[in-house]
Nanobody
Framework: QVQLVESGGGLVQAGGSLRLSCLAS????????MGWYRQAPGKQRELVAT???????NYADSVKGRFTITGDNAKNTVYLQQNSLKPEDTGVYYC?????????????WGKGTLVTVSS
């Protein structure tokens, strides 16, 4: 009933920028938190950044000062502005949202968008 679709990934040189977007659609009463996670080849999925519906943000140490997460609850969309990209930022980026579509909040994941940073 709820779908998340990411976009904006691609191939970029080190030092470049990308802006990722994730749109949620379906039966949505309220979005509690939005977040971005990534999974590099051969590694576990890790948290990149989260934002609450109150605007509180949290970042992984490795991206602080380079990435910015913003959310637009009216549009059911979360963004991740990525600046000063490094090769180690390469991976599949997934968005996750905690959404109330019935009586309870549930976590929903997108299918991911690939970011490749060349050196």
């Amino acid at each position: 009933q709820v779908q998340l679709v990411e976009s904006g990934g691609g191939l970029v040189q080190a030092g470049g920028s990308l802006r990722l977007s994730c749109l949620a659609s379906g039966r949505i009463f309220k979005i509690n938190t939005m977040g971005w996670y990534r999974q590099a080849p051969g590694k576990q999925r890790e948290l990149v950044a989260t934002i609450t519906n109150g605007g509180d943000t949290n970042y992984a140490d490795s991206v602080k000062g380079r990435f910015t997460i913003t959310g637009d609850n009216a549009k059911n969309t979360v963004y991740l502005q990525q600046n000063s990209l490094k090769p180690e930022d390469t991976g599949v980026y997934y968005c996750k949202m905690s959404i109330i579509s019935g009586l309870y909040a549930m976590d929903y994941w997108g299918k991911g968008t690939l970011v490749t940073v060349s050196s």
